[in-house]
């Protein structure tokens, strides 16, 4: 049954458009194993667990584990929380959960366990997927601590790395799970799987304020935007995947789970991207698709290693979540000769706009390329009225096939994320000139973009505030070359007490916070600069910073 927020006859107009289909990734897959069972579907770099997973193994190990999943009892609609690094396994598990109508909660590896129980509580999960160890330490301890902290009868389920398949021993709450057998697992699975229209995973986004949101998704969404960037990338069968970002976001979800699962198509994945190991990998597997944020591409030309290695099998680089500077991304195509393209969009919305081959590089690095069709952009200015003409400069607006279903069980999130008569808003200020290409030239949310992370200044705001020796806080964006930008808090103490970076981000630690989240410079004052209407000047802050890294 699709989901109630997407009815039929939108759903019907969609695939007559043919942007989306009747197909699930579990159906192209199981094409796959019967077609070429013993090509690469993933391959993991060199020191990763796992080696080489065929499509046939692909296939019959995620039916192994969906069937395990049914048999300990999960329900079709259960949702889970998976908290795996990327590799071979956290895709089996993701199309596991597909074949067994389950709905996966993604939840990023490096998140903390203040995020990590949130997640789950907020989505309603009954059980949590990991490896036996997590954070450093035995995931089973987490559980322990998470079914006292708000998350009462969580199970919890380990599973090994797809290495060890065919003999790999899930774990449930403990107790070994043994495989039904291929008569068992039909007869379990029959009439549970997902459709394409069905919400299939629930991941977060970082919100301006609080903890994250949740974001629903359907497949069909993804398929579409394959389609996209298939034909911005001139994608083939013949093309070898590397995803750098993490697979339960958006940008890791098409690049690493449904583009190359409906090529066919080997991906290239590592459990933590680290420049030397990558880059030696894109020469050892022929890589010619590379998927990654500005930063990763920027350690990469940074690397002695870069003019060292022969890059040359490189034809496309996807980029984005970040601004793409247009020098760094000029010397990438200059020195690999392939080409830079990006998407401009969210979790939430998809995509609005994209570079293509056929761009100039002008096009390809100045803007974030030219609006989608079939996304219907809009663009309101800041009192939601919609504009007309060209340029148009505001904030920009769409609603098509590559958008969410919206946030979960939060009304005000989606007030703020829908206008009221549907179409789904971004948080930048941007400039569509008359041909239709659109350019980022502002943000209208207090959110640090750190290397493709979204950072909410607010939400750490919040959690520094709580520091006994904090008085007021203030988080803002400095300038960063590799990063594009980096967290520094300006703080004001109890009686001038003095604190450092360290008791702060020990702190922030022993709080549950993520280590993304962390600050990296603090200065204290003994007050924070005000706005005419009482506000703290953020602008002055900015300002501050970047007059201190230049006498620096």
Same mark, same amino acid.
């Given at each position: 049954?699709?989901?109630?927020?997407? #009815?039929?006859?939108?759903?019907?107009?969609? @695939?007559?458009?043919?942007?989306? %289909?009747?197909?699930?990734?579990?159906?192209?897959?199981?094409?796959?194993?019967?077609?070429?069972?013993?090509? &690469?579907?993933? *391959?993991?770099?060199?020191?990763?667990?796992?080696?080489?997973?065929?499509?046939?193994?692909?296939?019959?190990?995620?039916?192994?584990?969906?069937?395990?999943?049914?048999?300990? %009892?999960?329900?079709?609609?259960?949702?889970?929380?998976?908290?795996?690094?990327?590799?071979?396994?956290?895709?089996?598990?993701?199309?596991?959960?597909?074949?067994?109508?389950?709905?996966?909660?993604?939840?990023?590896?490096?998140?903390?366990?203040?995020?990590?129980?949130?997640?789950?509580?907020? !989505?309603?999960?009954?059980?949590? @997927?990991?490896?036996?160890?997590?954070?450093?330490?035995?995931?089973?301890?987490?559980?322990?601590?998470?079914?006292?902290?708000?998350?009462?009868?969580?199970?919890?389920?380990?599973?090994?790395?797809?290495?060890?398949?065919?003999?790999?021993?899930?774990?449930?709450?403990?107790?070994?799970?043994?495989? &039904?057998?291929?008569?068992?697992?039909?007869?379990?699975?029959?009439?549970?799987?997902? %459709?394409?229209?069905?919400?299939?995973? *629930?991941?977060?986004?970082?919100?301006? !304020?609080?903890?994250?949101?949740?974001?629903?998704? !359907?497949?069909?969404?993804?398929?579409?935007?394959?389609?996209? =960037?298939?034909?911005?990338?001139?994608?083939?069968?013949?093309?070898?995947?590397?995803?750098?970002?993490? =697979?339960?976001?958006?940008?890791?979800?098409?690049?690493?789970?449904?583009? &190359?699962?409906?090529?066919?198509?080997?991906?290239?994945?590592?459990?933590?991207?680290?420049?030397?190991?990558?880059?030696?990998?894109?020469?050892?597997?022929?890589?010619?698709?590379?998927?990654?944020?500005?930063?990763?591409?920027?350690?990469?030309?940074?690397?002695?290693?870069? #003019?060292?290695?022969?890059?040359?099998?490189?034809?496309?680089?996807?980029?984005?979540?970040?601004?793409?500077?247009?020098?760094?991304?000029?010397?990438?195509?200059?020195?690999?000769?392939?080409?830079?393209?990006?998407?401009?969009?969210?979790?939430?919305?998809?995509?609005?706009?994209?570079?293509?081959?056929?761009?100039?590089?002008?096009?390809?690095?100045?803007?974030?390329?030219?609006?989608? $069709?079939?996304?219907?952009?809009?663009?309101?200015?800041?009192?939601?009225?919609?504009?007309? %003409?060209?340029?148009?400069?505001?904030?920009?607006?769409?609603?098509?096939?590559?958008?969410?279903?919206?946030?979960?069980?939060?009304? $005000?999130?989606?007030?703020?994320?829908?206008?009221?008569?549907?179409?789904?808003?971004?948080?930048?200020?941007?400039?569509?000139?008359?041909?239709?290409?659109?350019?980022?030239?502002?943000?209208?949310?207090?959110?640090? *973009?750190?290397?493709?992370?979204?950072?909410?200044?607010?939400?750490?705001?919040?959690?520094?505030?709580?520091?006994?020796?904090?008085?007021?806080?203030?988080?803002?964006?400095?300038?960063?070359?590799?990063?594009?930008?980096?967290?520094?808090?300006?703080?004001?103490?109890?009686?001038?007490?003095? *604190?450092?970076?360290? $008791?702060?981000?020990?702190?922030?630690?022993?709080?549950?916070?993520?280590?993304?989240?962390?600050?990296?410079?603090?200065?204290?004052? #003994?007050?924070?600069?005000?706005?005419?209407?009482?506000?703290?000047?953020?602008?002055?802050?900015?300002?501050?910073?970047?007059?201190?890294?230049?006498?620096?």
């Amino acid at each position: 049954m699709a989901h109630p927020m997407f #009815d039929q006859a939108l759903i019907d107009a969609y @695939v007559a458009a043919g942007w989306w %289909g009747t197909e699930t990734l579990g159906d192209v897959v199981a094409r796959h194993a019967a077609s070429r069972p013993d090509a &690469p579907a993933y *391959i993991a770099v060199d020191g990763d667990p796992a080696g080489v997973l065929t499509w046939a193994q692909y296939h019959e190990c995620s039916s192994q584990l969906a069937a395990v999943l049914a048999q300990a %009892g999960l329900g079709p609609g259960d949702r889970l929380g998976v908290v795996l690094p990327d590799g071979a396994t956290v895709h089996t598990v993701f199309l596991a959960a597909e074949k067994a109508g389950l709905v996966v909660v993604g939840i990023g590896a490096r998140a903390g366990p203040a995020e990590v129980r949130h997640l789950l509580a907020r !989505t309603g999960a009954t059980v949590l @997927v990991t490896h036996a160890d997590l954070f450093g330490g035995p995931a089973g301890d987490l559980v322990d601590s998470l079914r006292v902290n708000g998350v009462p009868g969580l199970r919890h389920i380990v599973v090994p790395d797809v290495v060890d398949f065919p003999d790999w021993p899930v774990l449930v709450d403990g107790a070994p799970v043994e495989w &039904p057998g291929v008569a068992g697992a039909a007869r379990l699975l029959t009439g549970r799987a997902l %459709g394409p229209d069905d919400l299939f995973m *629930i991941n977060s986004t970082s919100g301006t !304020t609080g903890l994250p949101k949740c974001v629903l998704h !359907t497949e069909n969404r993804w398929f579409y935007f394959h389609q996209l =960037a298939a034909a911005a990338g001139a994608l083939t069968s013949d093309d070898v995947f590397f995803g750098a970002v993490p =697979a339960p976001f958006g940008f890791g979800l098409w690049t690493a789970h449904f583009s &190359p699962g409906v090529l066919g198509c080997p991906t290239v994945v590592a459990a933590k991207f680290d420049v030397e190991r990558t880059l030696r990998a894109v020469v050892a597997h022929r890589v010619s698709v590379l998927a990654c944020v500005s930063t990763q591409f920027i350690m990469m030309l940074n690397s002695p290693l870069f #003019d060292e290695l022969d890059l040359s099998s490189l034809r496309v680089m996807f980029t984005g979540g970040e601004a793409v500077p247009f020098a760094r991304a000029a010397a990438f195509e200059d020195r690999t000769g392939a080409k830079v393209l990006q998407f401009y969009g969210s979790n939430e919305t998809g995509v609005l706009s994209g570079t293509r081959l056929t761009d100039s590089r002008e096009r390809r690095f100045g803007t974030a390329g030219r609006v989608i $069709d079939a996304m219907a952009v809009r663009v309101y200015d800041d009192q939601g009225t919609q504009m007309t %003409g060209a340029p148009l400069v505001g904030i920009p607006a769409c609603k098509g096939p590559a958008t969410c279903v919206g946030y979960l069980d939060d009304d $005000d999130a989606n007030a703020q994320l829908f206008t009221d008569d549907g179409w789904m808003l971004m948080g930048d200020v941007v400039e569509i000139d008359g041909d239709g290409y659109l350019r980022v030239i502002g943000r209208t949310s207090d959110i640090i *973009i750190r290397g493709g992370k979204n950072i909410s200044a607010p939400a750490l705001e919040a959690e520094i505030a709580e520091h006994p020796d904090v008085d007021l806080v203030a988080a803002v964006s400095m300038p960063d070359e590799t990063f594009g930008e980096r967290v520094c808090v300006y703080v004001c103490t109890k009686d001038a007490v003095p *604190i450092t970076l360290s $008791d702060v981000t020990g702190f922030l630690a022993r709080r549950g916070v993520g280590r993304e989240q962390f600050p990296e410079r603090l200065i204290q004052l #003994d007050a924070l600069p005000r706005s005419s209407g009482g506000k703290v000047a953020k602008g002055e802050l900015r300002a501050d910073i970047r007059k201190r890294l230049g006498a620096e």
